[in-house]
């Protein structure tokens, strides 16, 4: 038997679920839900299903658990949102992605590709439609919405706690994201479930099923934090691993202000010696790229690190692909690693130094653990899972990344 599916019988033992289970995916999202839900249905139709004929269980095993949803628009650009079922006493959850820049409409002739500000637009339209009739909505989110702008430093607005509160008014019952900039803005309303998940197991499987020989100790690992801001992450990771950190700060310009935010004057290093190593660099983001491209190159150049890899949680790639494929070629970094929780344009699994880290698997579990009201501590921190794979790794076992593989062509 699986690992997923020992876990799920304990899920099924611990507690009913709380309503039958419904998903629903904005446009910008439904590469991802779809794979969710595969996951999902890989769960609960497995052999293990004696709760099938149980009334407290009616819906619960199913080959699809998404309902449609329509958002078209106006010509003048304005929308709206149409449910083709009904969600009444379902626990919903509704996927967004809102960095998802390929969707476009059309408004007064012209074709406008939707914006951050479009897709929450859409996921208020669909909690609207919903109107109070689901037994519970949830929210997955694994981009914060203006989470960047979640403090104040002057006369500016506060968008990341005026989202969440929208939200809240709006009757959801649990907030999912990931590798949240700041989690703070859940004292918003600290009676809504805000929960924020990391993914330092799926880059580690990532890396280990790219790099053949990546040797995971103190003498041949030292992990980075690109900036101040990512230190909790990389220390973390370090630590579980059990390999060196280092850190850079950046030295900013605050005289001047370019494309909002003051710009990087150099990285200065704090660390340990990195001649001969590896580097993992570990981020929650990469945007234009400058930043962590520029960290890598001082690492192989300046630090003389033997290779480089890049880990981040979102991909976004605002400036392109050209500027990773340039770094690429003068051997700045070896392997980037982002996950498919937000967009990723096509052209980028074509590129030789990126490699996925699939976090379906993981936001399947998650949902199906809410959905069954039961704790997530388990989830939240990965630390046992690392140190088996680690384990398996050490003694040249079949990796579980391996076995997941093999459960995987069943879809």
């Known amino acids: 038997m699986s690992t997923e599916h020992v876990m799920h019988d304990k899920l099924e033992q611990a507690s009913n679920p709380v309503a039958p289970l419904a998903l629903i995916a904005l446009p910008s999202c439904d590469n991802f839900a779809v794979k969710v839900n595969e996951w999902i249905r890989y769960f609960r139709m497995g052999d293990h299903n004696e709760h099938r004929d149980d009334p407290a269980y009616k819906g619960y095993y199913k080959d699809d658990y998404r309902l449609p949803v329509v958002l078209p628009r106006f010509s003048t650009g304005e929308g709206k949102a149409v449910l083709e079922q009904s969600t009444r006493g379902k626990d919903v959850y509704i996927f967004v992605d809102i960095t998802n820049h ?82 703070r803005i859940q004292n918003v309303n600290p009676l809504v479930d805000f929960s924020n998940f990391t993914s330092p197991y799926q880059f580690m499987k990532s890396l280990m099923r790219s790099v053949d020989d990546l040797i995971i100790d103190k003498d041949h690992i030292v ?55 590896d580097a993992i660099i570990i981020d929650d983001m990469i945007s234009s790229g400058g930043s962590i491209l520029d960290t890598s190159r001082q690492l192989k150049q300046n630090m003389h690190a033997k290779r480089v890899f890049l880990c981040t949680t979102f991909g976004l790639f605002t400036d392109g692909l050209d500027v990773f494929d340039e770094a690429y070629e003068k051997g700045y970094f070896d392997k980037l690693v982002t996950t498919n ?5 096509p052209e980028l699994k074509d590129r030789v130094w990126f ?57």
């Open 102 to 183: 390929s969707i476009t409409y059309q408004m007064n002739g012209f074709t406008n590709h939707m914006s951050p500000d479009d897709h929450f637009q859409d996921l208020k339209r669909v909690i609207s439609a919903i109107n109070g009739k689901a037994r519970r909505i949830n929210v997955i989110m694994p981009f914060l919405y203006e989470g960047r702008q979640h403090k104040r430093s002057g006369r500016e607005s506060l968008d990341a706690a005026i989202m969440y509160k929208e939200l809240c008014d709006l009757g959801i019952k649990n907030f999912i994201t990931f590798d949240a900039h700041d989690p």
């Open 355 to 411: 490699e996925e880290a699939d976090m379906s698997k993981y936001t399947a579990m998650i949902i199906d653990f809410i959905n069954h009201d039961t704790g997530l501590s388990s989830m939240r921190t990965p630390t046992d899972k690392i140190h088996k794979i680690l384990e398996k790794i050490n003694k040249n076992e079949q990796t579980e990344f391996e076995q997941m593989q093999l459960e995987q062509t069943e879809f």
């Open 223 to 277: 992990v980075i934090s690109p900036d101040e801001g990512a230190l909790d992450r990389t220390v973390y990771f370090a630590n579980v691993i059990g390999a060196d950190t280092g850190m850079f700060y950046k030295r900013r310009d605050y005289s001047v202000i370019v494309n909002g935010k003051n710009p990087i004057v150099a990285h200065e290093f704090l660390g340990t010696d990195l001649d001969g190593k």
């Open 341 to 345: 929780l937000t967009y990723q344009p």
